[in-house]
């Protein structure tokens, strides 16, 4: 608990932008997946608050997820009510402990880190693209970033042509603005002023939306902003009031078989999509802290079971809300505390002062946060580490923005193992020779994917040599090359070819099972 207060100078100010990335997150990904739109506000609260406390990590932050939201949608129809839907989301939380329990975390090492750094990257440019036609007063589909095509058959970048017919100059005015100050507050000049520098760039960007709105409803009417254009939140008038909005699980419907399968698919995809998240919240943490994973999915299932006992979204951590929290200064926990605190005092007591927020002032904020993500440092240095790199990381770029963030990992990571299928084929066996002495060095560990290559290696070998195979190097061998090596080596008399076999003592499995021929 001491440490959970020891950065509370950095976590503060950290904690109130993650709130002004998250509110109209939560609000849009609910609406994006079909259900109310508190429910989206209570898994931020318990994401931020629960899962905040929970969580092994110092810098990641847990809310409603954009990558589940077709899931959500889908299921909630298939299982025909949203109480229905809740209790699949507080068995997938048990599902979650129970992996975390089975130390299942380990995982999320598994994931080339070309693929994180493109994911970081992708999602940068997605906030960007999905944020400039609120950004022109464009607000037909709610500020979110969830999917590549919306419920109006419009896609990230066919949004941005339709935008040209519903450019607002007010918000533009508004947007602008906010990239002035977020861009002035990045400066030396503000960093160093002894004053200027205790102010968080985002809440004087709301502010300023605020009051230019109202100075045009006053003075410009034909600039002022609509409701419509506006942050939308149910306003409450009490703790009573937000008693009366939870919604809690249908226990009736637990034999219900489609619910065990939304259960297991929230709870499988969820617990990828929050390691993947944890692993590149850990590498852009500026102290390179690591977190436990299996804390992580411990963490989630308990958020994700209270969030289906009182009418929340699955949850999982978020790398939009984890990197606004580390650009912001963030530093421990209390960011991420902090932010779900703010979002339970905003639907207690200031929804109606809340509701006043321009969405293209928050727009802006976001796409702030995506330009960070995309600095042009990150694209040169993938592309210097070579091919290996760069291809896997502009292919989950690719995917990610023309489909969903599941499939552009899945997508990087198969690239990715494509690239490690050719240096094992390039690498794992050379031949050499003086003469008629011909040595076959084996340098790595060989698999049933480097089979082909042995062959065309053994094909090749001229008759009437002296063979020597060279294993000193390797501890184990796929039963498949093993098979290969003794056929070659029954036949290699008739081809007038001594064998030779080095191995190492130490081989977890002898380099051949039968003595040469």
């Not at 390691?275 to 802290?289: C, E, F, M, T, V």
């Not at 079971?305 to 949850?315: E, H, K, Q, T, Y």
Request: glycine share 10%.
């Amino acid at each position: 608990m001491k440490d959970f207060f020891k950065t509370y100078k950095n976590d503060i100010p950290a904690g109130l932008v993650v709130y002004l990335v998250a509110l109209p997150l939560c609000l849009g990904i609910a609406l994006a997946s079909g259900a109310p739109l508190f429910s989206g506000v209570i898994s931020g609260i318990i994401g931020g608050i629960v899962i905040g406390f929970m969580s092994d990590s110092k810098l990641s932050v847990s809310g409603p997820a954009a990558g589940l939201t077709v899931i959500v949608f889908s299921a909630i129809a298939t299982l025909g009510s949203f109480e229905a839907f809740l209790l699949a989301v507080f068995i997938s939380g048990v599902i979650q402990l129970i992996l975390g329990y089975a130390k299942a975390g380990v995982i999320g090492h598994f994931f080339p880190s070309s693929v994180i750094t493109g994911m970081l990257t992708a999602i940068g440019l997605s906030i960007i693209l999905k944020q400039i036609p609120h950004a022109f007063g464009y607000d037909l589909t709610g500020i979110d970033t969830a999917a590549f095509e919306d419920k109006y058959g419009h896609n990230t970048f066919s949004e941005l042509y339709y935008m040209i017919a519903g450019i607002l100059p007010g918000a533009v005015i508004i947007s602008v603005l906010s990239m002035v100050i977020l861009f002035a507050w990045d400066g030396k000049l503000i960093k160093n002023h002894s004053v200027l520098k205790l102010i968080p760039a985002p809440l004087l960007v709301v502010l300023l939306g605020v009051g230019l709105n109202e100075g045009f409803k006053a003075f410009a009417p034909a600039l002022a902003l609509g409701s419509t254009h506006l942050v939308s939140l149910p306003e409450m008038s009490g703790f009573s009031s937000l008693v009366n909005e939870l919604r809690f699980p249908q226990l009736s419907a637990i034999a219900n078989p489609d619910v065990w399968v939304v259960a297991f698919t929230i709870a499988i995809v969820g617990s990828l999509e929050s390691l993947l998240s944890l692993d590149a919240s850990d590498k852009i943490d500026p102290n390179k802290r690591i977190s436990s994973p299996n804390k992580e999915l411990k963490a989630q299932g308990w958020g994700n079971m209270l969030a289906g006992l009182v009418g929340g979204l699955p949850m999982t951590a978020v790398i939009v809300r984890s990197s606004a929290n580390v650009n912001a200064g963030g530093k421990g926990k209390m960011s991420a505390v902090f932010h779900g605190v703010l979002l339970l005092l905003s639907v207690l007591f200031f929804a109606p002062y809340l509701n006043y927020i321009p969405l293209s002032a928050l727009a802006a904020v976001l796409i702030h946060v995506g330009l960070k993500l995309n600095k042009l440092s990150i694209y040169k240095n993938a592309i210097k580490q070579g091919a290996n790199q760069y291809i896997p990381f502009f292919a989950t770029i690719i995917v990610i923005l023309l489909t969903d963030l599941l499939k552009g990992i899945s997508f990087g990571i198969i690239i990715g193992f494509i690239f490690v299928l050719k240096s094992n084929f390039r690498s794992g066996i050379t031949v050499s020779n003086i003469g008629n002495n011909y040595m076959i060095s084996i340098s790595r560990n060989l698999y049933f994917f480097n089979k082909a290559q042995l062959r065309r290696t053994l094909q090749h070998l001229p008759e009437n040599i002296n063979l020597l195979v060279d294993g000193t190097e390797v501890d184990f061998i796929d039963n498949d090359i093993l098979t290969e090596v003794e056929d070659f080596c029954e036949g290699a008399g008739d081809k007038g070819i001594n064998v030779t076999i080095k191995q190492s003592e130490t081989a977890l499995v002898p380099m051949f099972r039968k003595e040469a021929a």
